[in-house]
């Protein structure tokens, strides 16, 4: 994939730790990383180590998927969930459902769950989003008329 210039994603961080991210960035070339919570282990008391430095650094988005986390074991609980504290790190962490029908979600429980159990707002949300059209393997004209034709007016505040 690298060599004929197509972006992809790789799940990692999740089931295994950091080295799964690592090596999903560093050896396979991944742009945006499925999961990631476990980069939370390179981050001690609000420090970036090398690997959570270079990822948040390079805007290397993390597609978090909040109750498929619980479920697997990855995060205990919503209100705890590493997403909220590597958004305000500054890391580019994007919302997700992972595996909806396994799940049994959507996004709009995500958010709601977000809003509920985490104390996110409106502007926390539209940050995500716009989080997740950035990292868009679709043309930067594409990605910027998305933001600023849809997703932005969408979240009008």
């Excluded at 709601?112 to 059209?133: F, I, Q, S, Y």
Aim: aromatic share 4%.
């Amino acid at each position: 994939l690298r060599g004929e210039s197509v972006p992809f994603t790789i799940h990692a961080g999740e089931a295994h730790g950091l080295p799964s991210i690592h090596q999903a960035l560093q050896v396979c070339g991944a742009q945006r990383i499925g999961h990631g919570v476990r980069i939370t282990e390179d981050i001690v008391d609000g420090k970036l180590g090398r690997l959570a430095g270079w990822v948040r650094d390079r805007r290397i988005a993390l597609e978090m998927c909040p109750t498929s986390n619980l479920q697997t074991g990855a995060a205990t609980s919503i209100a705890e969930h590493p997403i909220t504290a590597l958004r305000d790190l500054g890391f580019r962490v994007t919302l997700n459902t992972d595996n909806r029908l396994v799940s049994g979600t959507t996004m709009t429980r995500e958010m709601a769950l977000l809003v509920e159990e985490a104390g996110w707002t409106v502007e926390d949300l539209r940050t995500v989003t716009v989080n997740a059209v950035k990292s868009a393997f679709i043309p930067f004209d594409e990605r910027r008329a998305l933001i600023e034709d849809v997703v932005l007016p969408g979240y009008a505040l």
